[in-house]
């Protein structure tokens, strides 16, 4: 076994290029963009959901309490109607970056401190690059990809769009998978 100690460059330089790396695929890639679409009738919707006043959270629309509530015939004349939509509402003003990137960051150190786990676990000193690289490649790209297909598949997310965040998942997990075979403890 690995010392966690030892894992710290490799834990810090994979979080730091991963974060790097969705910075040009958002930035300058921008193959994302394409993901979201406004409403034809946008300021009504806003000034509809403004006049309601949410907190921020998540909401569903029509909302159902339960599922027994699911089988009215109200609820179900409201679901044909439709439409139906998961909406977030976050706090309103100009959205600041820097939390979030923040939080992204220490996600992908999280997310290297696990594969540092796995790896460390399952592979002595002086282990191979590429055995090395498969156990980190493979459990950052399991914690960084696998999240978006529950709710693609319950919350009706375009597959188009958990294909892309596969892609990007596959890409940051090359990427700690490398950085880790690379620096992994020799002797």
Not at 31 to 38: A, D
Not at 130 to 139: E, N, P
Not at 141 to 148: D, E, I, K, V, W
Request: proline share 6%; glycine share 8%; charged share 15%.
């Amino acid at each position: 076994m690995v010392s966690f100690a030892e894992l710290w460059a490799p834990i810090l330089l994979s979080a730091f290029l991963v974060f790097l790396a969705s910075s040009v695929i958002h930035m300058a890639l921008k193959y994302h963009n394409k993901e979201y679409r406004g409403f034809s009738n946008e300021d009504e919707v806003r000034a509809a959901i403004r006049k309601g006043n949410p907190a921020p959270g998540l909401y569903f629309v029509p909302y159902c309490a339960d599922m027994k509530e699911m089988g009215t015939p109200a609820m179900q004349q409201k679901m044909t109607e439709g439409p139906i939509a998961h909406v977030t509402v976050s706090p309103s003003g100009v959205p600041g970056m820097g939390p979030q990137l923040v939080q992204w960051f220490l996600f992908a150190v999280v997310v290297s401190v696990i594969s540092a786990y796995m790896a460390s676990r399952t592979q002595a000193s002086g282990t191979a690059y590429l055995s090395v690289f498969r156990i980190a490649g493979c459990t950052a790209f399991l914690a960084y990809g696998f999240a978006y297909i529950p709710t693609t598949i319950w919350f009706k997310r375009p597959w188009s769009a958990t294909l892309k965040d596969l892609f990007d998942a596959l890409v940051y997990g090359l990427i700690t998978g490398g950085t880790f075979g690379w620096l992994w403890p020799r002797g």
